[in-house]
């Protein structure tokens, strides 16, 4: 039986996606990324000399400034910025530049619900703007288990308050790396049954767990097919939207 949510998608349908680069010009690169009406703008600035205090200078540093549409950051959005910041450098290959400080700062424009992934989403896709090396591109997609134990995919803010538990996916894009030459045998994290992150909330079981990273991992193509289309040299007018 096929359930219909209440925006007419099937459990499986992802909102209509959309991705935009170079967005701002003082940045050293910049992306907006859109899920239905929940849109993401992220900004990057470096890398800067100078590693944060703590880091390792043998490594580039990474920091993380998340910026929401309205009032304080908060408990949630600190827990935002280190899933973010820990994302990112599992992608990047911060022996290249070492001693350096390379600043993330995403800017909320409306959530509307799965906003991490969005938001990892429109990073990643700042990063290879700012012609920053990466082992492999990445794509976040949000799973929730509805009380009943139905999977849906991509909830908007309405399912989101509904569910009983979601989940958090990061998938490599294993097929296309962002690598200057020299980079192309350098070691990186390995990455544990082809998941970068995951980040769960609610009461999920074991099973409801595996369901939620199968039904990812097969809507992690498509995401990352739309996210190639968008990386593939445009001039910096040009908009790419998939429905």
């Known amino acids: 039986m096929e359930i219909e949510r209440p925006?007419?998608?099937?459990?499986?349908?992802?909102?209509?996606?959309?991705?935009?680069?170079?967005?701002?010009?003082?940045?050293?690169?910049?992306a907006t990324w859109a899920q239905g009406d929940t849109k993401v703008v992220a900004a990057i600035y470096g890398p800067k000399s100078g590693t944060r205090k703590n880091e390792n200078p043998?490594?580039?540093?990474?920091?993380?400034?998340?910026?929401?549409?309205?009032?304080?950051?908060?408990?949630?959005?600190?827990?935002?910025?280190?899933?973010?910041?820990?994302?990112?450098?599992?992608?990047?290959?911060?022996?290249?530049?070492?001693?350096?400080t390379t600043s993330v700062i995403v800017q909320v424009i409306h959530d509307d619900g799965a906003l991490l992934p969005c938001a990892i989403n429109a990073a990643c896709a700042a990063f290879v703007d700012a012609g920053i090396p990466l082992r492999h591109l990445a794509v976040a997609i949000c799973c929730s288990v509805a009380d009943d134990g139905y999977i849906f995919l991509d909830p908007n803010k309405q399912e989101e308050e509904k569910m009983k538990a979601?989940?958090?996916l990061v998938f490599p894009n294993l097929n296309v790396s962002v690598l200057p030459e020299r980079s192309s045998q350098e070691g990186g994290e390995p990455t544990a049954h082809g998941i970068i992150t995951s980040v769960t909330h609610g009461a999920?079981?074991?099973?409801?767990?595996?369901?939620?990273?199968?039904?990812?991992?097969?809507?992690?193509?498509?995401?990352?097919?739309?996210?190639?289309?968008?990386?593939?040299?445009?001039?910096s007018s040009e908009s790419s939207r998939a429905g």
């Not at 459990?11 to 910049?30: D, K, M, Y």
């Not at 595996?210 to 039904?215: A, F, G, M, S, V």
């Open 166 to 168: 979601f989940s958090y």
């Open 58 to 100: 043998e490594k580039a540093s990474i920091e993380v400034v998340w910026k929401p549409k309205i009032g304080q950051i908060g408990k949630a959005e600190r827990e935002y910025e280190m899933i973010l910041k820990r994302t990112l450098e599992s992608i990047c290959i911060r022996s290249i530049y070492p001693n350096t």
């Open 204 to 235: 999920m079981s074991v099973d409801d767990y595996l369901h939620c990273l199968e039904r990812g991992r097969a809507v992690s193509a498509r995401l990352s097919e739309f996210l190639r289309k968008n990386l593939e040299p445009k001039s």
């Open 7 to 30: 925006d007419g998608r099937s459990p499986n349908q992802l909102r209509p996606l959309a991705c935009s680069r170079s967005v701002l010009h003082r940045a050293h690169g910049s």
